[in-house]
């Protein structure tokens, strides 16, 4: 990710949520939203282009271009800070509380002073809420439960924005004279899909230069704890990052160490303890000698203790610990292993690049195979239309082959409705090489009929792809409330995948739910759902979610040859 076009893409949005706050044009603020996406989501640097470089991208107009110039020409927009001024940072901090509006923050701040989370959780508590216009009983409860969501997710941060964050780290050290090695370890490693904090760790002789270039660090705005053996600093965006160095020969005992999980290592030091050793963060040594006898690498570690290497995203004591001393770990899903994406979307909805740019960066990626799934007419803001969908195909069928004989599927995100229903009728459906459906609306329904509606999706003969099934947004929307594990046998009784969607904030199904489906013998699809170029290397987090679910390639429809894919796409268990 290009670091000036998130700057970009923070400050606009910004700019549109303070136009919304101050009452200004609605349709001002979604112009601004819609070109802080598009520069998020653009590919090359923009700090490189000038007005008429920025204009060519989707959304972005001249005024808005002529603010990204000045951003980026003295850090700062006058309109922008003059807006910011006129608003309390505590209003702005409302408005992160999921449920909660600009609109709503705003007359909360003006009718009765409110300004910070704190003192809103006080005011609903004390009844004060109720005679505002605009706000009931279930504002409440709604304001309530986006609080609650908030501290839940507490200081935890995505899984997305900390592997950004620590592969920057992780290039600078290895740049500096000495370092041997340089690596991520903690659960940033094992890719849970929140990250407390970030743990890294570096083999060198000297751990003085390391820990300094942490705290000097452009992006490092304070420094916790300064020391030899360990080093914390938090970042500009407020994450904290532990550094520590440890000897060549302490390389791989460190690593196991630092990885975790904390229930993976206690499991760890048992065995070892039973084998006449202990076990830290230095090696593998000899209760009685004191001698050591495995530290270089995990592999050594794992070995001594009569265990086999046990891939990071396994070590939660789930299972794995069992499962490698009788030698039955999976062969877990690897990036390697995916031969093509089932859920992408192109600017003719709500994505952010032409077709033609999306199916050549996905050969890029080296697939095989590439669906494209546009959002289905049920969203009615995508105005989709049976035209513009078959217009679609022909362009898609056009270019079927000719990246790196990369081959076309011609697909669609179809909208499961509250009964179940689809889109469009069966004849139309069987038009398209793949379906995914997806919940898009009706959050609330009841357990019994959001279950209903789920299985009943999964009946639908054309429906292959079960697209983000619960539809969380992680530390922002729960869940649905349905009978997943009948869900689960549904999707394996009729050959419907589950998806693993592998957006940052959503990575759904997540780890716990892939281990049950799984336990139903369902099938699942790792798809990115990319919105943009960019989004198509969301993969990874999908996969290691997958691979947190103990998923092999065979769970994974897209790793099979196309063959075997469209045998699945078939949906006939005969064939
Ligand atoms: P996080 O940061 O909350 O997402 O989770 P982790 O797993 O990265 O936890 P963290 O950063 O506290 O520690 C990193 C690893 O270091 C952890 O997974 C296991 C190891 N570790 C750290 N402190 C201890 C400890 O006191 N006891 C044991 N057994 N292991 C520890
Ligand atoms: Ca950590
Ligand atoms: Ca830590
Ligand atoms: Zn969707």
């Given at each position: 990710m290009v670091r000036a076009n998130e700057e970009v893409e923070a400050l606009l949005q910004e700019y549109a949520d303070l136009i919304a706050i101050t009452g200004g044009d609605a349709f001002k603020a979604r112009a601004y939203e819609k070109a802080a996406r598009a520069i998020g989501g653009h590919p090359t640097d923009v700090s490189r282009l000038d007005v008429a470089g920025l204009k060519e991208?989707?959304?972005?107009g001249r005024s808005i271009a002529e603010k990204v110039v000045e951003y980026l020409r003295t850090g700062n927009v006058t309109v922008v800070e003059e807006t910011r001024a006129r608003i309390p940072a505590g209003v702005r901090q409302l408005i992160?509380?999921?449920?909660?509006?600009p609109k709503k923050a705003m007359t909360l701040y003006e009718d009765l002073h409110i300004s910070s989370v704190a003192e809103l959780a006080d005011a609903i508590k004390a009844e004060k809420l109720r005679d505002l216009k605009g706000f009931g009983k279930r504002t409440e409860e709604n304001i309530l439960h986006g609080i609650a969501l908030m501290q839940q997710a507490g200081e935890r941060i995505l899984l997305g924005t900390a592997m950004e964050s620590a592969e920057d780290i992780v290039a600078e050290l290895s740049r500096?004279?000495?370092?041997a090695q340089c690596a991520y370890a903690g659960s940033l490693r094992r890719m849970r899909e929140t990250i407390g904090d970030i743990d890294v760790l570096v083999a060198a002789d000297r751990s003085a230069p390391f820990m300094d270039a942490l705290t000097e660090l452009p992006s490092t705005a304070e420094v916790v704890a300064h020391g030899a053996k360990k080093t914390s600093i938090r970042t500009v965006t407020g994450v904290q990052v532990d550094l520590r160095v440890v000897r060549q020969d302490s390389w791989g005992a460190g690593m196991q160490y630092f990885t975790g999980s904390k229930a993976h290592n206690i499991r760890t030091r048992t065995i070892a303890v039973h084998l006449g050793l202990k076990l830290s963060e230095y090696g593998l040594f000899d209760a009685g000698s004191g001698e050591r006898v495995a530290s270089r690498s995990e592999d050594e570690v794992y070995a001594r203790l009569g265990l086999p290497w046990i891939p990071p995203t396994l070590r939660e004591d789930r299972g794995e610990i069992e499962a490698g001393l009788r030698g039955e770990l999976p062969q877990v899903v690897t990036v390697d292993d995916v031969r093509g994406d089932l859920h992408t979307h192109t600017d003719l909805t709500d994505g952010l690049a032409p077709l033609e740019e999306m199916v050549a960066a996905a050969a890029d990626r080296g697939y095989a195979y590439y669906a494209v799934t546009d959002h289905a007419p049920?969203?009615?803001?995508?105005?989709?239309?049976e035209e513009k969908v078959l217009a679609q195909r022909e362009r898609v069928r056009s270019l079927d082959g000719r990246h790196r004989g990369m081959r076309l599927l011609h697909g669609t995100e179809l909208n499961i409705g509250p009964d179940g229903d689809v889109d469009w009728p069966g004849e139309f459906l069987a038009g398209f090489d793949i379906c995914v459906a997806s919940v898009h609306s009706h959050f609330g329904l009841g357990r019994e009929a959001m279950t209903r509606r789920l299985v009943r999706a999964c009946e639908?003969?054309?429906?292959h792809v079960l697209g983000h099934p619960t539809t969380r947004l992680i530390g922002r929307r729960p869940g649905i409330d349905a009978d997943l594990d009948e869900v689960f046998a549904a999707c394996a009784r009729t050959g419907t995948a589950l998806e693993i969607n592998a957006q940052p904030d959503r990575l759904d199904l997540g780890d716990e739910d892939i281990l049950r489906a799984r336990s139903h013998g369902a099938k699942f699809a790792v798809d990115s759902d990319a919105h943009s170029l960019l989004h198509l290397a969301h993969l990874r987090y999908g996969i290691g979610t997958a691979q947190r679910g103990w998923l092999t390639p065979d769970d994974?429809?897209?790793?099979?040859p196309l063959r075997r894919l469209r045998r699945f796409l078939r949906k006939d268990r005969a064939a």
């Open positions: 991208i989707p959304g972005v992160t509380i999921p449920t909660l509006g500096i004279t000495g370092c049920g969203l009615a803001m995508q105005r989709m239309t639908n003969p054309h429906v994974v429809i897209n790793t099979w």
